[in-house]
Nanobody
């Protein structure tokens, strides 16, 4: 069964760093576009970062220059390196992808990131 498992969330002070991981099973990240979404309490979910199968990346304006998304095909894992964190980065972060052939969307369970000031 396809499964995405996030890890690496936690509590960090403003200005600190955190690296999130999303490990996949029964699906290959090599040929998929992978997204990191985030959702803060009372707010809509937003796309924070994206990486395509060719390695192209996209970022929300709010995280550009601070976040970096990357992919390790050998480990079938996607990472989100978050630097110079701000309190407004506090949210649950979700890993997401769409199966190439079936088009089915898959989501991880989410990992909480809390940034204190």
């Amino acid at each position: 069964q396809v499964q995405l498992v996030e890890s690496g969330g936690g509590l960090v002070q403003a200005g600190g760093s955190l690296r999130l991981s999303c490990a996949a099973s029964a699906i290959s990240f090599r040929i998929n576009t992978i997204n990191w979404y985030r959702q803060a309490p009372g707010k809509q979910r937003e796309l924070a970062a994206q990486i395509t199968s060719t390695g192209s990346t996209n970022y929300a304006d709010s995280v550009k220059g601070r976040f970096t998304i990357s992919r390790d095909n050998a480990k079938n894992t996607v990472y989100l390196q978050m630097n110079r964190l701000k309190p407004e980065d506090t949210a649950v972060y979700y890993c997401n992808t769409r199966a190439v052939i079936s088009g089915t969307e898959y989501w991880g369970q989410g990992t909480q990131v809390t940034v204190s000031s």
